[in-house]
């Protein structure tokens, strides 16, 4: 099984920040590789597909990078709606896999 | 305006079983594969499998977790997609969400999901 590891876990930070969330593959995923958010009590919503490709109706200041095995989601200026949690997927190969997750709050 | 929803949670003991169903509107649903995800409280998120479209000959796709408990179908006609949960355990209590497979830049994504619904296996 392909394996995901988020860094960091945890972060916090400030309204207006550049915040960038890293996710490393186990083995190469090409780009299959997506990232979504999700608040707490509601459903995931995806941000960003094809490791770079921003999702219809996503805000332009956040970004994705990368292919292989490494990879980055970039928030360019962190709004107060954007406190939340943050999952990588990759759908390379089964069993399709998460990362650990990384939690945005309020500094 | 594509909605998932899904029903059919609660309370069961371990080695019972129970029927999750994800009813979908807003698009053509036979089009697309369907996914399950689930969450257990305050826990990241695990993938439990994918059924595929008639196109694929609805094939499936599953986690080792569930894979032999677990049995994942659809029912086109009623734009209804279900997870059959057997011998559930207590390591399956969870929030369980339905996503839409979406086909681009060479594979299927997830979007979007349903809103979930919460399976507590415990006696």
């Known amino acids: 099984d392909i394996q995901l590891t988020q860094s960091p876990s945890f972060l916090s930070a400030s309204v207006g920040d550049r915040v960038t969330i890293t996710c490393r593959a186990s083995q190469g995923i090409s780009s299959f590789l997506a990232w979504c958010q999700q608040k707490p009590g509601k459903a995931p919503k ?5 490791a770079s ?3 219809s109706g996503v805000p332009s200041r956040f970004s994705g990078s990368g292919s292989g095995t490494e990879f980055t989601l970039t928030i360019s200026s962190l709004q107060p709606e954007d406190f939340a949690t943050y999952y990588c997927q990759q759908l390379n190969s089964y069993p399709l896999t998460f990362g650990g997750g990384t939690k945005v709050e309020i500094k | 305006e594509v909605q998932l929803v899904e029903s059919g949670g609660g309370l069961v003991q371990p080695g019972g079983s129970l029927r999750l169903s994800c009813e979908a509107s807003g698009f053509t649903f036979s089009d697309h594969f ?4 689930r969450q257990a ?10 059924i595929r479209n008639k196109v694929h ?9 569930v894979k032999g408990r677990f049995t994942i179908s659809r029912d ?5 997609l279900s997870l059959q949960m057997n011998s559930l355990k207590t390591d399956d209590t969870a ?3 339905c996503g839409r497979g979406v086909a ?3 594979t299927v994504w997830f979007e979007p999901w349903g809103q979930g619904t919460l399976v507590t296996v415990s006696s």
């Open chain 1, 46 to 50: 995806l941000l960003i597909y094809a």
């Open chain 1, 53 to 55: 490709t921003l999702q």
């Open chain 2, 34 to 37: 369907m996914d399950w995800v």
């Open chain 2, 41 to 50: 409280p305050g826990k990241g998120l695990e993938w439990v499998g994918r």
């Open chain 2, 57 to 65: 000959s609805y094939s499936t796709e599953y986690a080792a977790s």
């Open chain 2, 76 to 80: 086109d006609s009623k734009n209804s």
């Open chain 2, 95 to 97: 929030v369980y969400y």
């Open chain 2, 104 to 106: 681009a830049a060479g």
